[in-house]
């Protein structure tokens, strides 16, 4: 059974930093693109940030250079250090796992960045 676990998720204070977590299990992990998309409250999901199989990194234009995507295949696990959270950052983050034919998602896990 294919299974994606988010974890890290809270509330923190503008300014404030989180790191999320997703534990892969049932698929070969090191094989798949990775990815965490956000889903603010009222919009469409928004892929936020990537890292393929072979390493390479994707970044949203709102989030680069305040967070950071890696994998650990070793793990099997996903994570995304966010820092310089701003209000707007606010939302469920779900990590996902991509490859030819096969899409996985995790449930989720809330950010709430506010005073």
């Known amino acids: 059974e294919v299974q994606l676990v988010e974890s890290g998720g809270g509330l923190v204070q503008p300014g404030g930093s989180l790191r999320l977590s997703c534990a892969a299990s049932g698929f070969t992990f090191g094989s798949y693109d990775m990815n965490w998309v956000r889903q603010a409250p009222g919009k469409g999901p928004e892929r936020v940030s990537g890292?393929?199989?072979?390493?390479?990194?994707y970044y949203a234009d709102s989030v680069r250079g305040r967070f950071t995507i890696s994998r650990d295949n070793a793990k099997r696990t996903l994570y995304l250090q966010m820092n310089s959270l701003k209000p707007e950052d606010t939302g469920v983050y779900s990590c996902t796992a991509e490859t030819v034919g096969h899409s996985y998602w995790g449930q989720g896990t809330q950010v709430t960045v506010s005073s």
């Open positions: 890292v393929n199989s072979g390493g390479r990194t």
